[in-house]
């Protein structure tokens, strides 16, 4: 038979070998001892570096049962090596590493000892095979011998071969110079090679031990140190093994000496490339893999705590909540024994001739028979006799009513205490005596509760029987104590659970309001930008579709795409310009496709006509910008400070105190930081300033300024307080130095964040009252300390401080206003049409915390959009029945405004009359800080309560509670502003279900789309119409919307229902405001 065995690398070192009937090996190169070989083998299994053999097809059939049949080989674990000779020099090696290292194995420094007799090795071989015999009783002695030894002499070829091949690369490397080479040359991740070194040329020649120091990936990833040691290689190499991790694309690494002298490869430091693993960006995603399952495993610990920390405030709240109980059951027990001892001094068991019970001894829950004498009082005379009661001293109130039926007694009956049948005239009850009685309290009627006239009420003292104690008394009311504790307890536990599913509720109604408000904010640039997924995923892909046949580049031949991460600052830098290729679907649009990074949070973009520029489109300065969710890293927090002198609801006087606190918290849940620096006036509302502490105090201008630190709706406010006087006026407006009280605080703001040591991103000032903070700050601050901090100003209204506003939008980075109708209306005014590249309109919002239907305490039945019918029915029975309307099913328009020329009082008026001319009832409040217009409305209030009285209510003062009933109660509201820079009023009305009713200006008309003829522009911002406008200014105007409402309330309950309903799930907060002035605080960042 002839065979060949083939190692096949080297080529040059393939060994032959023939014998008929049985295989043998050549022998010429194989080592002489056996022992020495075993120890080799059993590294050589630990290395895994075993060299590819292959056999004929002929010997394959023919040997294939008995090589099966020696069973399996050696699993051992990766690496080899070679036992060093037991000299000094292993022993201090073995000293110097202490126990054994994972990843290598020292070197052999002896040169393995040839075999040069055969039968001595088979005889080894022999003895090894009888105790496989032993075990495993399956083969014969003689297959056992002859496949042991072939793979022992099989693997010893194999590192002759090794050595040969490690010698030749170190001859080569050595006659080129280079004193560093690795085995195996192609080094591949999860495997195991060794490192050599030539110490003769290297600057470690003269030291006694020399290591490797190194790590994987540009030093990132798992760093290492070994020991090398002397091999049998001639020329002074030496070596030791290394594992290569699977993650790995680069290995980097010096020698030394274990101290301070290094060899790094003349400052370069070593490294060796590996093949067929990860490249660098692979591993980038890798490391973000590990640090996402890092932080996940952080969250969910930090769950845990926060869990655990909830269940002992729980626990410690539960135990608190027993005590409070307790006491109050030790209370009201100890209240209702003092209370029960009159009525105990004056019950008795029967009264004779007017009252007796049988049987007359009996005990709590047993079923008596009371029995009345009708003659003996004031109720002989009538038809119906019945009971009234109640016990121990009416505790429970009315708790027993029972009808009496004529007992028809027989004359000589003994209990009627007279033998003369003319005497009694006696009827019965039968009574269960309540549980816990001690005393039954009752009086005897002509008829039942709230029909009954007459009452025999034993002289105005009421009858007391006295149930027979069964128990001591200090054990009676012990037992009272404790189920007076059970029922607070069980009253409490029934309270808590409403709480909590209404507190679960409210936040499954904000979150879902959330997420849909996100999605149509990112719908609502569709006629321009999108993408599919419309929820951008880290990881993932995701196509862009841009129409840029609504932008500048509409017509332009090619589309750019220019892209990156993370507000242009990801750490690959931008995405290669990409041409875009038209949509699928047919549109204008056109497309193209990215990898979104692990570790994106914002994908960033604008686009071009040409690759390498030409006309952009950049969203007007801002760029477009999209949120990535799902990625490990989070946006950097941005710290926002707002110098404001109005504040909701410490000193609000307008809607300015309002949008401070809303944006302010709206910014601050989207994970910012906020401060609001505000002037402690003497007419703070302190009850809502919680935790005021004295903070600081530092001189400016003259003066010492005091500050106060406090939380105001959960944001941190900072109280300046100087001590000029200057806001000890008791009002926030009206003084005649209102500029310069307002002026000085500016600048004391500054200075307080200069000498404070702040470092903002943003300062936000509003209207003219903190105009000064923007030239202030460029000119004076800017270059001292707070360099990096943008200036953002906002317009409220115009009317006021135009001078100011002028400078103030001069100096600032970003200006805004407070709806986009109203920034096109101002656009032309002289102070701010120089600056029109830098002025956004961004429309306000509402707090839906405070104006919440579902917890509004000020309304008789909570609501949401899912009961909203039922919730403004109750609503508007409450506010006719409060306001002394009649009650009847009528369309209810509801008026809530200053009475100013701005606001449209002759339309209000003539809206008035024309709601009682169509049959509705109208409520109007609100008052006039002019007097003039105010005594106007009081003669037309009284001229209205007097000839529409059940239909028409004018409350011309300030109330909260009743605001809120009313646009809970009204099926209308009606703004009929001749200008509204925003309006909170139209916002707030859909928020209870009630359908606005505006004139189209400013912010009424970027927010109300009328039912008949918005359609397209209600979809085009992702909405569906919500009420009802008009464009005059006259009479004309408003009848034209308000005929048409109040003829869809009478002709089409249904259809307004659903109205009602879908202007109430329309999200009018703060969410997407806040994510609009986020962007415009980044841009002014840039």
Known sequence: MEVCWQIQRPASLRPGFQEKGRVKINTSSVPRSISSFASLESQYKSNGFLHQITASADFSRKKQGRMAASGPKSSGPRGFGRQPTVGSAQKRTQKKNGEKDSNATSTATNEVSGVTKLPEAKADVQKQGSVVFNERNVLDKSDIEDDALLERKLKLERENLRRKEIEALAAEHLARGDRMFVYPVIVKPDEDIEVFLNRNLSTLKNEPDVLIMGAFNEWRWKSFTRRLEKTWIHGNWLSCLLHIPKEAYKMDFVFFN???????????????????????????????????????KLAKEEAERERQKEEKRRIEAQKAAIEADRAQAKAETQKRRELLQPAIKKAVISAENVWYIEPSDFKAEDTVKLYYNKRSGPLANSKELWLHGGFNNWVDGLSIVVKLVDAELKDDDPKSGNDDSKSGNWWFAEVVVPAGALVIDWVFADGPPKGAVLYDNNFYQDFHALVPRKTPEELYWLEEENMIFRKLQEERRLKEEVMRA?????????????????????????????????????????????????????????????????????????????????????????????????????????????????????????????????????????????????????????????????????????????????????????????????????????????????????????????????????????????????????????????????????????????????????DQYTNYGLIKTRVVFTIHNLEFGANAIGKAMKFADKATTVSPTYAKEVAGNSVISPHLYKFHGIINGIDPDIWDPYNDNFIPVPYTSENVVEGKRAAKEELQNRLGLKSADLPVVGIITRLTHQKGIHLIKHAIWRTLERNGQVVLLGSAPDPRIQNDFVNLANQLHSSHGDRARLVLTYDEPLSHLIYAGADFILVPSIFEPCGLTQLIAMRYGAVPVVRKTGGLFDTVFDVDHDKERAQAQVLEPNGFSFDGADAPGVDYALNRAISAWYDGREWFNSLCKTVMEQDWSWNRPALEYLELYHSARK
């Not at 430091?269 to 660098?280: A, Y």
């Not at 930008?529 to 932008?551: D, K, M, S």
């Open 258 to 296: 274990g101290q301070s002298v290094y060899d790094n490869n003349d400052s370069k430091d070593f490294c060796v490339e590996i093949k067929g693993g990860m490249d660098k960006v692979d591993f980038e995603n890798f490391l973000l893999k590990e640090k996402l399952r890092e932080q996940e």
């Open 502 to 778: 209404k507190m679960e509720k409210t936040a499954r109604l904000k979150a879902e309001t959330k997420e849909r408000t996100l999605k149509k904010f990112l719908l609502s640039q569709k006629d321009v930008v999108y993408t599919e997924p419309v929820e951008i995923q880290a990881g993932n892909p995701v196509t862009v579709l841009y129409n840029p046949a609504n932008t500048v580049l509409n017509g332009k031949p090619e589309v750019w795409f220019r892209g990156s991460f993370n507000r242009w600052t990801h750490r690959l830098g931008p995405l290669p310009p990409q041409k875009m290729e038209a949509a699928d679907d047919g549109s204008s649009h056109m497309k193209t496709t990215a990898k979104v990074p692990l570790d994106a949070y914002m994908m960033d973009f604008v686009f071009s006509e040409k690759e390498d520029g030409g006309i952009f489109d950049n969203k007007n300065g801002l760029d477009y910008h999209l949120p990535v969710v799902g990625g490990i890293s989070k946006e950097p927090p941005l710290h926002i400070v707002h110098i404001a002198v109005e504040m909701a609801p410490i000193a609000k006087v307008g809607g300015l105190g309002d949008v401070v606190t809303s944006l302010s918290r709206a910014v601050q849940e989207l994970n910012h930081n906020v401060d609001i620096i505000f002037p402690k006036y003497d007419c703070l509302k302190h009850n809502f300033v919680k935790d005021l502490q004295f903070n600081r105090s530092y001189h400016w201008g003259g003066t010492e300024i005091k500050v106060w630190h406090g939380k105001v709706e959960g944001l941190s406010v900072y109280f300046l307080d100087p001590q000029n006087g200057l806001f000890q006026r008791g009002c926030v407006y009206g003084c005649a130095d209102d500029a310069g009280r307002f002026g000085f605080f500016c600048h004391a703001a500054l200075e307080f964040l200069l000498q404070g040591g702040f470092h903002p991103d943003i300062l936000h000032c509003h209207d003219w009252s903190s105009a000064p903070v923007s030239w202030l700050f460029k």
